[in-house]
T-cell receptor
Framework: QKEVEQNSGPLSVPEGAIASLNCTYS??????FFWYRQYSGKSPELIMS????GDKEDGRFTAQLNKASQYVSLLIRDSQPSDSATYLCAVREWDNYGQNFVFGPGTRLSVLP | DVKVTQSSRYLVKRTGEKVFLECVQDMDHENMFWYRQDPGLGLRLIYFSYDVKMKEKGDIPEGYSVSREKKERFSLILESASTNQTSMYLC????????????FGPGTRLTVT
């Protein structure tokens, strides 16, 4: 059973700090990784995707991938109260039918004013 | 801009009713997915479709069926609604070629009484 694991949190950080969210996955052959943000009562919103080892930056967000250690992380710089949400890590897998996605349980982030 | 729409944001149905949840995407994606999300259980895959008229069971297909007659539309059917099907239902679509990002609709909050 392919798994994606995340700390459920809540992770609390003060406004302006860096929030660090981590995710590990079990399938060493995975190639595509995604971070979603989900506000309470809303649907997941794609915020970052990463496919190669190293860092990928988009505004205040940086995704980091280390395939050898099978982990992917998301850094949020200058955290704002509006960043308070649950962050889902997802890994794209391939099976007999084509692609599928395995989601982690999500980490709840709380940014304190 | 990516767009996945769902027919209803909120729905209240009675036990035993047949329920139709509609999902439409305008991105010409081949793959479409239905998930349900419950507190503490995360996202669970109900059914997915890799192409028109093709469907595959996900992790929790019991009590559900699907229909995909056109590429842009994927319907979830609850044959006889039960109270344990009260949940948030999320539709998603993805293009399997290239980067393969998965995009979600706004969700349907279904309550079965």
């Amino acid at each position: 059973q392919k798994e994606v694991e995340q700390n459920s949190g809540p992770l609390s950080v003060p406004e302006g700090a860096i929030a660090s969210l981590n995710c590990t996955y079990s399938d060493r052959g995975s190639q595509s990784f995604f971070w979603y943000r989900q506000y309470s009562g809303k649907s997941p919103e794609l915020i970052m995707s990463i496919y190669s080892n190293g860092d990928k930056e988009d505004g205040r967000f940086t995704a980091q991938l280390n395939k050898a250690s099978q982990y992917v992380s998301l850094l949020i710089r200058d955290s704002q109260p509006s960043d308070s949400a649950t962050y889902l890590c997802a890994v794209r897998e391939w099976d007999n039918y084509g692609q599928n996605f395995v989601f982690g349980p999500g980490t709840r982030l709380s940014v304190l004013p | 801009d990516v767009k996945v729409t769902q027919s209803s944001r909120y729905l209240v149905k009675r036990t035993g009713e047949k329920v139709f949840l509609e999902c439409v995407q305008d991105m010409d994606h081949e793959n479409m997915f239905w998930y349900r999300q419950d507190p503490g259980l995360g996202l669970r895959l109900i059914y997915f479709s890799y192409d028109v008229k093709m469907k595959e069971k996900g992790d929790i297909p019991e009590g559900y069926s699907v229909s995909r007659e056109k590429k842009e539309r994927f319907s979830l059917i609850l044959e006889s609604a039960s109270t344990n099907q009260t949940s948030m239902y999320l539709c998603a679509s993805s293009n399997p070629s290239g980067t393969g990002e998965q995009y979600f609709g706004p969700g349907t909050r279904l309550t079965v009484t």
